[in-house]
Nanobody, 126 residues
Framework: QVQLVESGGGLVQAGGSLRLSCVASGRTFRRYFMGWFRQAPGKEREFVATINWTAGSTYYADSVKGRFTISRDNAKNTVDLQMNSLKPDDTAVYYC???????????????????WGQGIQVTVSS
């Protein structure tokens, strides 16, 4: 069983920055693919970013590329999402997700992850 707990959300003005953090339980955290997703009211959950086990490979949604950075610290069991140049369209509940086993679903899809955090609100005012 893996538990994921997000922190760092809140309210920020457009153009500002926030850093989300996710702490994971589990002794084999370093083997997990980790991702961030978000869900705005009335919309489906969408992919934001993902990072592989060694942090040597990252992938971003086009909508956040160049503004967001995903990183991880396997010694601390954490994965962070640094969000810069925030826009009102970034307003959503953000979820941390872990892919702990091989799944026949792409890492950019919500179904490609088997554990989820409870979500944290990020609101960007114009």
């Amino acid at each position: 069983q893996v538990q994921l707990v997000e922190s760092g959300g809140g309210l920020v003005q457009a153009g500002g920055s926030l850093r989300l953090s996710c702490v994971a339980s589990g002794r084999t955290f370093r083997r997990y693919f980790m991702g961030w997703f978000r869900q705005a009211p009335g919309k489906e959950r969408e992919f934001v970013a993902t990072i592989n086990w060694t942090a040597g490979s990252t992938y971003y949604a086009d909508s956040v590329k160049g503004r967001f950075t995903i990183s991880r610290d396997n010694a601390k069991n954490t994965v962070d999402l640094q969000m810069n140049s925030l826009k009102p369209d970034d307003t959503a509940v953000y979820y941390c997700a872990a892919r702990t086993r091989v799944l026949a679903i792409a890492i950019t899809r919500a179904g490609g992850y088997d554990y989820w955090g409870q979500g944290i609100q990020v609101t960007v005012s114009s």
